[in-house]
């Protein structure tokens, strides 16, 4: 009879190794904010993240994907029937493959808060979804990432949901300096941390 293990110990072989890469398949979008007609509306922003393990070295490879709504709080998407203005220079979603450094940015807007339909004037505080796939498609972390300071953070039924609150703070962006560009673009920085005690809490 086999071992319970037997998958566990199963070693990854060229079969699995040798199909290709996301730099080889996959077409980079990293600046949401250039429109057919100019710039985005709202407060822009450079978003760098880092993908990091447990012992914090840089994970290359990964594809990291955001998605958010525009500064009025809107998304560009069929589902979202706010009356509320759309920007037909944000796109709303950007993807990006992690360099050797474990480093991918984006150019962005700083997302408006909206509000949850049917749900007695609850509003999501800005956000920022993330996605992140490992090197196959079979490994794939989703969270969302919060401003700091925001005071919609405290009343926030998602970000609140995470009990432990210095988890809650490692989905809290933080202000760079050397992730900006000076004069143009806000600075944050965020870690993406794959594995461990220091794990990014998941959130859909
Ligand atoms: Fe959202």
Redesign the pocket.
């Known amino acids: 009879m086999a071992p319970d293990n037997v998958h566990a110990i199963t070693p990854r072989t060229a079969t699995e190794l040798s199909g290709p890469t996301f730099a080889q398949t996959v077409a980079e979008e990293r600046n949401l904010v250039s429109g057919k007609n100019g710039q985005a509306i709202g407060s822009l922003m450079r978003l760098k993240v880092r993908v990091l393990d447990e012992d914090a070295r840089p994970q290359a490879g990964s594809l990291i994907e955001i998605?958010?709504?525009n500064a009025a709080g809107k998304?560009q998407h069929p589902q979202d029937q706010r009356d509320a203005p759309i920007d037909t220079n944000f796109r709303s979603w950007g993807r990006g493959l992690v360099d050797a450094n474990g480093e991918v940015d984006f150019i962005t807007i700083r997302?408006g808060a909206?509000p949850v339909p049917n749900s007695g004037g609850w509003w999501?505080p800005p956000?920022i979804?993330l996605s992140a796939y490992g090197s196959t498609f079979s490994s794939r972390m989703i969270t969302?990432l919060y401003f700091p300071g925001d005071p919609l953070n405290e009343l926030d039924g998602i970000f609140q949901g995470i009990p432990d609150p210095l988890a809650r703070e490692r989905l809290v962006l933080k202000p760079d300096v050397d992730s900006g560009i000076p004069e143009v673009a806000l600075g944050f920085c965020f870690d993406l941390v794959l594995r461990g005690r220091s794990q990014t809490p998941l959130e859909n």
Request: hydrophobic share 20%; no cysteine; charged share 10%.
């Open positions: 998605w958010q709504a998304y997302p909206y999501r956000h979804h969302q």
